[in-house]
Each structure stands twice: as structure tokens, then as C-alpha cells.
């Protein structure tokens, strides 16, 4: 079983940056691929990030967020990050952190299976 608590999440203009941290309990953290998946009231929850299991190899919804975001994880310390910079409206959502069986990252919000309670994330044009 793991837990997992969101943290970061908060109101901000348009080019700033801001850190989302995913804080984890229970067992076998460092043999659990993760990810950072964002949701808007209506639409579908959506994948915006993930890492292995060891954190070697990040994954990212397109090249915008790929050049202004940075997945992280500090296995020892059980946390992951999410450094968001040059942030735009369109951003703006409930931030949620996952974790799944295995160790192998994946796009697919299906394919994990622990979820965090979220944190608000509002960009501001």
C-alpha cells in the first residue's frame, strides 16, 4: 500500500514558476514508477508527466511541457517534484501524483494504481 500527499499548488501569473511536491508512505516507494496527471472541472483527467522507478527516465506530455518542466524523485527521502516554470493559463488544474506497480513509467492513468488527493494549480493570464 502507498500513500501519497500533494503539496505546491497555488495561484500565480502567467510566467512564473512553481514546484509541486508528492510526498510517499508505505512500501516499496523506490520499485514504483510514478507520474503527474492534471484535471479541469469537465474534461478529462489528463498525463503531464512520469519517472522510473530509479528516476532515469522521465517522460512528458509534448515538447512545451518537456522544455519548461522537470519531474524529479529522491527515492531515499520517499518525494517527488514536479518544477514547473514559465507557467501559462493553460496549466491552470488539480495537479494529482500516482504511483503504479512497476517500474516502468506510462501515459496511462489507468495503468497506475495509488493517487494522491491533488493540489490546485491556478495560472493567471
Known amino acids: 500500500q502507498v500513500h501519497l500527499v500533494e503539496s505546491g499548488g497555488e495561484l500565480v501569473q502567467a510566467g512564473a514558476s512553481l514546484t509541486l511536491s508528492c510526498a510517499g508512505s508505505?512500501?516499496?516507494?523506490?520499485?514504483?514508477?510514478m507520474a503527474w496527471f492534471r484535471q479541469v472541472p469537465g474534461k478529462q483527467r489528463e498525463f503531464v508527466a512520469a519517472?522510473?522507478?530509479?528516476?532515469?527516465?522521465?517522460?512528458y506530455k509534448n515538447s512545451s511541457v518537456r522544455a519548461r518542466f522537470t519531474i524529479a524523485r529522491d527515492n531515499d527521502k520517499t518525494i517527488m517534484s514536479l518544477q514547473m516554470n514559465n507557467l501559462l493559463p493553460e496549466d491552470t488544474g488539480i495537479y494529482y501524483c500516482?504511483?503504479?506497480?512497476?517500474?516502468?513509467?506510462?501515459?496511462?492513468?489507468?495503468?497506475?494504481?495509488?493517487w494522491g488527493q491533488g493540489t490546485q494549480v491556478t495560472v493567471s493570464s
Open positions: 500516482a504511483a503504479r506497480q512497476g517500474i516502468a513509467p506510462t501515459p496511462r492513468d489507468w495503468e497506475y494504481d495509488y
Open positions: 508505505g512500501s516499496g516507494f523506490s520499485d514504483r514508477a
Open positions: 519517472t522510473s522507478a530509479s528516476g532515469r527516465s522521465p517522460m
